[in-house]
């Protein structure tokens, strides 16, 4: 079973050609080989990656990665190393999630995080704590992935 935003069903970030279905395994770890001398990477997983991806671009911003963490257990901890390590001049490291803090990944990510960046800084860019995953007023929800949007960009560490 595969679970996915409604928005990304036919969306063409969310494709891949046949060749892709011939490799022996699934890739865990999705690296950005787009950007050759990042300063920060972000690290994320799902539709907000796509959305990321999309601001980079309107932007013209050429020295932010962006890494898709594809599997989150058994946490692909070599794969994720490798991807960071192309980028050697990043100074920090960012999980973003769409989710509020106390959803979604965060909690399992972070510290394996900490772990793979090495001396990077690593840094968070959440919607506030919940009760609830989502605000129920389409405008407010958009305002706040927005906001989460540009703190991946803009936020210092």
């Given amino acids: 079973m595969v679970f996915t ?6 969306h063409p970030d969310a494709s891949s050609p046949i060749e892709d279905f011939t490799h022996k395994r699934f890739e865990t770890v999705i690296a950005d080989s787009s950007v ?4 920060r990477i972000l690290v994320c997983t799902g539709k907000i990656g796509h959305e990321l991806a999309i601001e ?3 932007r013209k911003d050429d020295s ?5 963490l594809e599997q989150m257990y058994p946490f692909p901890e070599e794969e994720l190393t490798l991807a960071i390590d192309q980028h050697r001049s990043a100074h920090e490291v ?11 990944a965060m909690a399992h990510v972070m510290a394996r995080l900490r772990r793979v960046a090495g001396e990077r800084a690593v840094l968070s860019v959440k919607r506030s704590a919940s009760a609830s995953p989502a605000t129920g007023s389409a405008k407010a929800h958009e305002m706040e992935q927005k906001t989460i949007i ?3 960009f803009d936020m210092k560490s």
């Fill in 36 to 39: 050759t001398d990042a300063k």
């Fill in 5 to 10: 935003p409604k928005s990304m069903l036919r």
């Fill in 56 to 58: 980079r671009k309107k």
């Fill in 94 to 104: 960012v999980w973003v999630q769409e989710e509020p803090a106390n959803m979604g």
């Fill in 150 to 152: 540009t703190l991946a």
């Fill in 64 to 68: 932010t990665a962006i890494i898709f």
